[in-house]
């Protein structure tokens, strides 16, 4: 027999499942310049079926890392949602059409479907480009963390081991790897969770749903929208797809416990025709014809059926991470489950980058449990509700416990802003500090930077301010400087300029080098008018390039524009600076006269360079 061959590497951080969670990861590290590894056991990426949904946040956020546009291209959008209920003569009816977003400052009004190989692919695309492929089928095979605690807190030591089967072989069937930090984004079953003990703490439901993707030929005149439908047979929800695809969520009642033995669910009993039939049930009197083949189909159980649960904790010494399923579970109704991952390591990345490349003290990454489990913790308490609310029957006569649609309708809208992802809103930590929250009403410091069209001062060109906000792991300086047409205004920013460059204050004695721009990025957004406005009056520190100059005036058709001061509640005098972290979340504001302020911010977890 051949002899094993072991090799032996270093890497800054490992990142274990190549989901959605995972590949968010491994990309937003990549482009921050971090040496990351990807490991998955799968040998081939997803094909069909899988989650699907994307949420206008969540689009907002690929839209950072440059991805929105291909995704956009294949993808279904979903604009309204169409609701249907009993009627008198036994089958359903329809009763109402809505927005399906009701968020009123989302940039995408609308939600995205595509299966979720293809959404794995933008990733896995955008990687490839840097160099980076996905170690596959790899697992690892055992994991330790060093129990020294000067070595813990040495961002640049390698804590931890792990080692590496390479299923296929090859001249190194195993690998010993020692990384500064480990992401375990591999799922609800979370091998890297398991290791260290980390439990789950929820609850099941008795509710249990089956999946079906198809390319219906059916009467249904909503079969494009969003659908929600309670019948006297059960609730079945349609949803869009890219194509002429469509998935269909078809509730499974105790008629259909064939499928559940003692509490645990036989995929042998029930597969995807007998969940059409019983579908057909919640459609009548419309109809679905069978289809040649079935794209996808499942029945959604995890504990083994839907778990609503979230990990007891998120990290191991800030260390070890879990992410997406791997910490949280719940039903798949809402369309939360694969945003709520890409957006646990979105907001994971910038922090992990800076910690490695020296710019933040390791502290920074306890803000990634505080935010991302609160987050989860409100999801399951939202998710028992809606999931609660879908899955009982409509209040009539004879059921005196269901609900109206009048309750139903209102509680969709209500959870408009968490569903979209828009009204996501992280507390006060070291990062969120909204001590000077008066000054900008219309931002709402903890949420993301609302989208909102300006235009550059030297062409008058219209852009759009969330594009100018790349996730690029560098906060953004907004400089709300009021009208620079003005002597007076202008003299202030000047002021301005030589204060915030003294030595003590944050934009060089945070900066790793002489060059602020390699931490911060500063976009001056003027008041004054297009016809008037010189952008290179301005002090050469507010347009380090022209590009970075902006006005807040309409475009010249005057159909878009002029109203960023007005919805951002900030003054026309403007004197107010907005720190945007890398995420695209607001992280502080001040008026120019407390440049203090922001000095404490980022001083609390930003690391003092002296030399500049």
Not at 407 to 417: I, N, P, S, T
Not at 423 to 431: A, R
């Amino acid at each position: 027999m051949p002899t094993s061959l072991v090799k032996e590497s270093d890497v800054d951080v490992l990142v274990i499942g190549a989901g959605p969670a995972g590949l968010m990861a491994c990309n937003a590290l990549a482009k921050a310049g971090v040496n990351v590894r990807i490991i998955d056991k799968r040998p081939n990426k997803v094909a069909a079926g899988q989650a699907d949904g994307i949420q206008p946040r969540t689009i907002e956020v690929l839209q950072s890392y440059g991805l929105a546009e291909a995704l956009l291209k294949e993808a279904n959008q979903i604009h309204m949602a169409a609701f249907y209920n009993p009627g008198a003569d036994g089958g359903i009816e329809f009763t109402d059409r809505v927005p399906d977003v009701t968020a009123s400052s989302a940039r995408y009004p609308f939600e995205a479907t595509l299966h979720q190989g293809a959404i794995e692919s933008l990733f896995l695309d955008s990687m490839r480009l840097m160099g980076i492929e996905v170690d596959r089928p790899t697992v690892p095979a055992s994991i330790q963390i060093s129990e020294k605690q000067a070595e813990l807190k040495d961002a640049s030591a390698y804590p931890i081991r792990v080692v590496l089967k390479h299923l296929e072989g090859g001249q190194f069937d195993t690998e010993i790897l020692h990384a500064k930090f480990v992401i375990g984004a591999d799922g609800a079953h979370s091998w890297v969770r398991k290791s260290f003990d980390i439990a789950m703490e929820g609850e099941q439901t008795n509710f249990v749903w089956g999946v079906l993707d198809i390319v219906p030929e059916t009467d249904f005149p909503d079969i494009r929208n969003k659908s929600a439908i309670h019948s006297n047979n059960g609730s079945c929800m349609v949803i869009p797809r890219e194509g002429d695809k469509v998935r269909l969520y078809i509730q499974l009642g105790a008629d259909d416990a064939a499928a559940i033995a003692n509490g645990r669910l036989n995929k042998d009993t029930i597969g995807p025709h007998q969940l059409l039939d019983i579908a057909r049930k919640s459609f009548y009197p419309y109809t679905i014809t069978t289809p040649k083949s079935f794209d996808w189909w499942t029945i959604y159980s995890i504990t083994p059926i839907v778990g609503q649960r979230v990990a007891s904790k998120y990290s191991i010494q800030d260390r070890i991470f879990i992410a997406g399923d791997a910490c949280h579970t719940h039903s798949p109704k809402a369309g939360q489950g694969m945003n709520a991952s890409m957006n646990d390591t979105h907001n994971l990345a910038w922090k992990l980058a800076q910690v490695i490349r020296g710019d933040a003290d390791i502290s920074l990454l306890k803000t990634y449990e505080s935010e991302r489990r609160t987050y989860a913790q409100e999801l399951i308490a939202f998710d028992k509700n809606f999931a609660k609310m879908f899955s009982v029957k409509l209040k009539t006569e004879q059921n005196q416990d269901g609900i109206t649609h009048a309750d139903f309708l209102k509680a969709f809208q209500a959870y408009g802003g968490f569903t979209s992802g828009i009204g996501i809103h992280y507390g006060e930590s070291p990062i969120v500090r909204g001590t000077h929250q008066q000054h900008a009403m219309g931002i709402t410091i903890g949420q993301r930077m609302p989208p909102q069209i300006l235009l550059r001062a030297a062409n008058a060109r219209p852009i759009e301010l969330q594009d100018l906000l790349p996730s690029d792991s560098r906060f953004k300086i907004l400089i709300f400087a009021g009208d620079t047409s003005q002597i007076a205004q202008l003299r202030r920013l000047e002021s301005l300029a030589e204060e915030i460059t003294q030595p003590h204050h944050f934009l060089r004695k945070c900066s790793p080098t002489a060059q602020p721009s390699a931490l911060f990025e500063i976009l001056c957004i003027s008041s004054a008018r297009k016809d008037t406005v010189r952008y290179n009056d301005l002090p050469p520190l507010f347009r380090s390039h022209w590009s970075s100059v902006l006005i807040d005036d309409c475009d010249v058709r005057g159909k878009q524009g002029g109203d960023a001061y007005h919805n951002f509640g900030i003054k026309p005098a403007g004197d107010t600076i907005v720190v945007v972290r890398p995420d695209g979340y607001v992280g502080t504001l001040a008026p120019f006269n407390r440049l203090h302020d922001l000095d404490e911010y980022f001083l609390s977890f930003l690391k003092p360079r002296s030399s500049n």
